[in-house]
């Protein structure tokens, strides 16, 4: 069965939101699976989903997203539904300027849950990921005035910095030992362009993982580079 695709724009002229809404947008998709092995089993698998974008006040910028599938296998021989999962993932951001600085944030969940043929839990897992990112590009114009003459030598000094944070923290009921975690991820990098000709940057991240089963598994990594390029 081929896919169905919808799309729809300006939902704020068809809701009336436009005071407050704006490049509203929806796409939405639906697909439907079958494999089938003559006398053996078929397998069919469906998927749904679909992600929402608009702007409010014409300062945030908001982004949502949702997608679910089913997956079924019957085998014929024995008359039994040898799989059964199902999956659900969806997410939300929300992005805006503040003064120099443009700010991400988004939170991301997923989880699924699969049974074999006698009904037991063969795949258990939940992630939810919330996280955060800032990011700036402005100038700080400096020069040097030469000894022995009027002449003053500017340098661009354009900086741009960003930073990120987000958690990943896992959860599940099978294999609890290594499937309960939480996963924290941090960096910060620096781009500074002095001139034409030079150019540098600095880099920092972190890592800190903990299991929330067996304490003696936890670890942490730091990390520091650095890098110049003189161009001719």
Same mark, same amino acid.
Request: aromatic share 12%; glycine share 8%; charged share 20%.
């Given at each position: 069965?081929?896919? /169905? *695709?919808?799309?729809?724009?300006?939902?704020?002229? !068809?809701?009336?939101?436009?005071?407050?809404?704006?490049?509203?947008?929806?796409?939405?998709?639906?697909?439907?699976?079958?494999? /089938?092995?003559?006398?053996?089993?078929?397998?069919?698998? *469906?998927?749904?989903?679909?992600?929402?974008?608009?702007?409010? @006040?014409?300062?945030?910028?908001?982004? +949502?997203?949702?997608?679910?599938?089913?997956?079924?296998?019957k085998n014929f021989v024995t008359r039994l539904t040898t799989r059964?999962?199902?999956?659900?993932?969806?997410?939300?951001?929300?992005?805006?300027?503040?003064?120099?600085?443009?700010?991400?944030?988004?939170?991301?969940?997923?989880?699924?849950?699969?049974?074999?043929?006698?009904?037991? !839990?063969?795949?258990?897992?939940?992630?939810?990921?919330?996280?955060?990112?800032?990011?700036?590009?402005?100038?700080?114009?400096?020069? /040097?005035?030469?000894?022995?003459?009027?002449?003053?030598?500017?340098?661009?000094?354009?900086?741009?910095?960003?930073?990120?944070?987000? +958690?990943?923290?896992?959860?599940?009921?099978?294999?609890?030992?290594?499937?309960?975690?939480?996963?924290?991820?941090?960096?910060?990098?620096?781009?500074?362009? !002095?001139?034409?000709?030079?150019?540098?940057? /600095?880099?920092?991240?972190?890592?800190?993982?903990?299991?929330?089963?067996? @304490?003696?598994?936890?670890?942490? !990594?730091?990390? +520091?580079?650095?890098?110049?390029?003189?161009?001719?």
């Amino acid at each position: 069965m081929p896919d /169905l *695709i919808l799309s729809m724009n300006q939902l704020e002229r !068809i809701f009336g939101t436009y005071r407050w809404m704006s490049s509203a947008s929806l796409n939405s998709k639906y697909s439907l699976r079958k494999r /089938l092995n003559y006398e053996v089993d078929e397998s069919r698998d *469906i998927n749904l989903g679909g992600d929402l974008h608009f702007v409010i @006040k014409q300062v945030y910028d908001m982004t +949502l997203s949702y997608d679910e599938s089913k997956g079924t296998t019957k085998n014929f021989v024995t008359r039994l539904t040898t799989r059964q999962d199902k999956r659900q993932s969806g997410s939300a951001g929300m992005g805006f300027n503040w003064r120099i600085w443009r700010v991400n944030t988004k939170f991301d969940f997923s989880q699924s849950r699969g049974y074999d043929a006698l009904g037991r !839990i063969s795949q258990d897992s939940k992630v939810m990921s919330p996280s955060i990112g800032l990011r700036g590009d402005f100038n700080l114009p400096a020069g /040097l005035r030469l000894p022995f003459s009027g002449k003053r030598l500017t340098f661009t000094n354009r900086v741009i910095l960003s930073s990120s944070l987000k +958690l990943d923290r896992q959860s599940s009921q099978l294999n609890v030992e290594q499937t309960n975690t939480d996963n924290w991820n941090w960096n910060l990098n620096g781009d500074f362009q !002095i001139g034409q000709n030079l150019r540098a940057s /600095l880099g920092s991240s972190f890592q800190l993982f903990k299991n929330r089963v067996l @304490k003696d598994q936890d670890y942490y !990594i730091y990390g +520091l580079n650095t890098q110049v390029i003189f161009q001719f």
